[in-house]
């Protein structure tokens, strides 16, 4: 596995584990619509330097338009209506247990329909962190309702959403980002205006956008990054941690006391993602003749084409893969999503 996208993908959960305690201090303060546009918001204005910079090109935009657009539309508007129309009418408890079911619908959708190896390695990790956020959220009084089903459905979007954005090879993960952070960032700001007012002042905005900035542009941006290299599953995986890792910040920096199901849940989950990092296979496979753009080196054996000043470090622009069959160990990275 990469390393790079495992660091890639950890580094994005620290950030959003750190973000929801950041942002449960502004969530009584305002409307979820408000807030959450402004999260989203922040997150497309993090991104935007970089997207002006280098836009997507008119090749990627004719070839891959219809799948960006499934994800910002699924992940970034139908998602967060379905949460906050499923909050509406379940109890908080059985929705918090229930958005554990984004990493179960992200593998089952990955490995159903984008020809994601899972293996022994990755179905275990998914059932000790599923299980970990169970005992995390738990609550006595949960129950199944018509709320708990939309909380469900939004988590299958976002798991679809997760899945369509990893395989996405033409647009930069800037350029997804700022796609969702206007769409989302849009309709919900827009929605929480319209139905509840403007009721933040002027430096709990800028917080807010600040929190969004970071803990969702900056991590959304890792992820798509990680999840080139990983794939959705084992990034999911990995950035289901995120949970965890809040739990943790919230306990040493906002004085937050410990639970037992605190104690026994956090390294459940950290279990589950060491279990995930040694999930790689080997058998042979033919790769067909590609051209596609995205972030490479020219170490990982897929990338032996020369540039005319011998450039070899990380860097991204244009290029064509020959035909090629071999074995070497791999996951289910933008080179490997072959079928077994």
Not at 10 to 23: D, I, M, R, S, T
Not at 318 to 330: G, M
């Amino acid at each position: 596995m990469s390393r790079l996208g495992v660091a890639r993908c950890l580094w994005a959960a620290v950030l959003f584990g750190a973000a929801a305690p950041a942002a449960s201090e502004l969530a009584g303060r305002t409307s979820a619509f408000t807030l959450a546009g402004l999260l989203y918001l922040g997150a497309g204005l993090w991104v935007l330097p970089s997207v002006i910079r280098r836009p997507p090109s008119r090749r990627a935009i004719e070839r891959e338009w219809r799948p960006a657009a499934t994800a910002v539309l699924v992940g970034g508007a139908l998602g967060p209506v379905l949460l906050v129309a499923g909050l509406a009418r379940t109890d908080a408890a059985s929705a918090s247990i229930l958005l554990n079911t984004e990493l179960v619908a992200t593998v089952i959708l990955a490995a159903l329909f984008f020809r994601e190896h899972i293996g022994r390695r990755v179905a275990s990790s998914v059932v000790l962190i599923a299980a970990a956020g169970v005992i995390l959220t738990w609550q006595p009084d949960a129950g199944l309702d018509i709320g708990a089903v939309l909380v469900v459905a939004a988590c299958a979007c976002w798991g679809l959403d997760n899945c369509v954005t990893a395989a996405i090879e033409q647009f930069s993960p800037h350029d997804v980002v700022a796609m969702k952070g206007a769409v989302a960032g849009g309709a919900n700001l827009a929605i929480g205006i319209v139905g509840s007012g403007w009721q933040l002042g002027l430096g709990e905005t800028i917080a807010a956008v600040a929190v969004g900035a970071a803990g969702y542009g900056w991590s959304i941006t890792l992820w798509v990054a990680g999840a080139r290299e990983l794939g959705a599953a084992r990034a999911q995986v990995i950035f289901a941690a995120a949970p965890f890792i809040g739990a943790v910040i919230a306990w040493s920096v906002l004085g937050d006391p410990v639970t037992v199901a605190q104690w026994v849940a956090v390294p459940l989950a950290l279990g589950g993602v060491a279990i995930s990092l040694r999930s790689d296979h080997v058998h042979e496979h033919r790769h067909a003749a590609i051209e596609h753009d995205h972030e490479h080196d020219h170490g990982d054996g897929h990338h032996d084409h020369d540039h005319d000043d011998g450039f070899s470090g990380r860097h991204r622009h244009p290029h064509v893969h020959e035909p090629v069959v071999h074995a070497h160990p791999h996951v289910p990275d933008l080179h490997h999503r072959h079928e077994h």
